[in-house]
């Protein structure tokens, strides 16, 4: 029964989860684009912005992280590689489990 036990561990660790966001984070050196801007005019940059960078069916979307919430996109964004790493230890175990059920159904036939 130990595997069983294994596999809800991982699963309780998949819910946990929850607040979890695809993507990756990119730093952008940004500038305000005003005309009279002695920084922009010089080849300054005023900071770096934050941005969200999801790609979905063959697009990217870049979405805004202002400076308040950088470090929480980042915790959520380590969440969804976490779930993606624990997902893929789950299908491992139920295709082992599958093969198991597929060679004891094999054995009964014969």
Not at 20 to 43: D, E, H, P, Q
Request: glycine residues 10%.
């Amino acid at each position: 029964m130990r595997k069983k036990s294994e596999k809800e561990e991982l699963i309780k660790k998949i819910v946990s989860c929850k607040d979890m966001l695809r993507g990756g984070i990119v730093r952008l050196k940004a500038r305000c684009g005003k005309k009279g801007c002695r920084k922009c005019s010089s080849g300054e940059y005023h900071g770096i912005s934050h941005y969200l960078s999801i790609k979905e069916g063959g697009k990217t979307e870049m979405v805004y992280i202002p400076k308040s919430m950088v470090k929480e996109v980042e915790e959520r964004t380590r969440l969804f590689k976490a779930y993606w790493e624990l997902g893929k230890e789950v299908a491992c175990m139920n295709l082992k489990e599958f093969k198991e059920k597929k060679a004891k159904m094999k054995g009964e036939k014969e």
